[in-house]
């Protein structure tokens, strides 16, 4: 990504509805699907960005934070020194990680990597023989976008290909779309700027104000308790859980 986007996210994330509600979101995939036997899990955040998620994620365990940007690596480092069970690391490999994680996350980061599937056989071997991992990822390539481009996206998913590509490695437990029921007004947003060339990335991207930022939180927020019981059709964003495949 451009060193900007990392500013943004950096100064958004907190609060923005988006992060918000997909950091709802995981939490609640997490704890209603994983079985944690009364024990902190050992956890690792693979491409953690502005570091969104790493606050939530230390509810539930021991969370090794891996970002490959080097500005905002430190900038985690700095904002997290004094918490004990959040650590942020170089580049893990099975060959200098004495333990193996129980759960990775890898939160709308596949689609910025050329060859996806390398990184999904990279990822399953730092998981344990239990270990799972959980995935999301942008939707549908007819809103790949200016800002796709400016996020270094190389691609958006559908159910069909990400379920090719995880599943050589994993065993899916819950595959969904999700921002279901925004779709249609966002899309259509997205088509609109995208015939008349706007470049709509700093806004969409920046808080908007506190009454449609409250809305739409709420509206996006809500999905976390219907993906308990079911899978959505269709969404913005597609979010998997799968189990590390034992040969």
Not at 70 to 79: G, I, Q, Y
Not at 138 to 151: G, H, I, R, Y
Not at 158 to 186: A, C, V
């Amino acid at each position: 990504m451009e060193p900007e986007v990392y500013l943004r996210h950096i100064e958004n994330e907190e609060a923005h509805w988006w992060f918000k509600a997909r950091r709802a979101i995981i939490y609640s995939i997490i704890k209603n699907n994983i079985n944690f036997e009364s024990k902190k899990i050992n956890i690792l955040d693979y491409g953690a960005g502005s570091g969104t998620n790493i606050g939530m994620l230390n509810k539930f365990g021991y969370v090794h934070v891996y970002e490959k940007d080097e500005k905002t690596s430190r900038f985690l480092k700095e904002k997290f020194k004094k918490y004990e069970n959040i650590k942020i690391i170089q580049k893990p490999n099975n060959n200098n990680n004495k333990e193996f994680f129980d759960l990775i996350l890898i939160a709308d980061v596949i689609e910025h990597v050329e060859d996806d599937m390398a990184i999904l056989q990279y990822l399953s071997e730092l998981l344990n023989k239990n270990g799972q991992i959980l995935i999301t990822v942008p939707a549908f390539d007819f809103l790949f976008s200016n800002k796709d481009k400016v996020l270094g996206h190389y691609r958006r998913y559908n159910k069909k290909n990400i379920k090719k590509i995880i599943s050589k490695y994993f065993n899916i437990t819950k595959l969904s779309y999700y921002n279901f029921f925004l779709f249609i007004p966002l899309a259509i947003y997205i088509i609109c700027s995208k015939i008349f060339r706007v470049n709509f990335i700093d806004s969409v991207e920046k808080k908007p104000n506190i009454i449609l930022n409250s809305i739409l939180f709420q509206i996006f927020h809500s999905e976390k308790f219907l993906l308990n019981f079911l899978n959505f059709p269709f969404g913005l964003s597609l979010i998997v859980l799968a189990k590390k495949k034992i040969y």
